[in-house]
């Protein structure tokens, strides 16, 4: 079927805002990974959940960043009253246990 | 140091070219390597994901791990424009299965 979706695409958020970010893995895909992306560097390493559980939450850069997958499938990552460095691509990625991880296209967030 | 060293680039060759891109690592527990070729505003794609050392082809992409050197590369032969991108290299293991990325090589393919 689809592969990783992501939505919105594009936020744009006022400082101190709260945002939520959406990703629907590919089905039947246990792992998912947040990671995040700023310009001309790779991804970086977020959180991740393995079905329900979030197993690793140590790349998320403070307390204002907040991930859920509630029923092991769709996953939200929050972040709470945005700042300016909080400005990059948020990437989403889906897998089966042990095996490749497939990315969604992103979602670019500004926040002025 | 980072885990995962990736010359940012970029990386101008002709078209037809053969292009090899790489990547080092310090953590020796590495055992996944996976490279992702990342268009500008889109989502990285896998290319290539290969387990321990060893070589494995897909077309004109070839992979390559040296686990005694903590190297890896990928070749492109016969390059094309349409291959100008973002080259991610990236690689998990040791009892985890999140990947470490590499900041990404850019390459130019030029008619």
């Known amino acids: 079927g689809a592969g990783v979706s992501q939505s919105p695409r594009y936020k744009v958020a006022k400082r101190g805002q709260d945002v939520a970010l959406r990703c629907d893995p590919i089905s039947g895909h246990v792992s998912l990974f947040w990671y995040q992306q700023a310009l001309g560097q790779g991804p970086e390493f977020l959180t991740y959940f393995q079905n329900e559980a979030q197993l690793d939450k140590s790349g998320l850069p403070s307390d204002r960043f907040f991930a859920e997958r509630p029923e092991g499938s769709v996953s939200t990552l929050k972040i709470q009253r945005t700042q300016q460095e909080d400005s990059a691509v948020y990437l989403c990625a889906s897998s089966l246990v042990v095996g490749e991880p497939y990315f969604g296209p992103g979602t670019r967030l500004l926040v002025l | 140091q980072k885990e995962v060293e990736q010359d940012p680039g970029p990386l101008s060759v002709p078209e037809g070219a053969i292009v090899s891109l790489n990547c080092t690592y310090s953590?020796?527990?590495?055992?996944?390597f996976m490279w992702y070729r990342q268009y500008s505003r889109k989502g990285p794609e896998l290319l290539m994901y290969t387990y321990s050392s060893g070589n494995k082809e897909d077309g004109r992409f070839t992979a390559q791990v040296d686990k005694s050197s903590k190297y890896i590369s990928l070749f492109i032969r016969d390059s094309q424009p349409s291959d100008s991108a973002t080259y991610l290299c990236?690689?998990?293991?040791?009892?985890?299965?999140?990947?470490?990325f590499g900041r990404g090589t850019s390459l130019i393919v030029h008619p």
């Open positions: 953590n020796s527990a590495f055992q996944y």
């Open positions: 990236a690689m998990s293991g040791g009892g985890s299965y999140i990947p470490t």
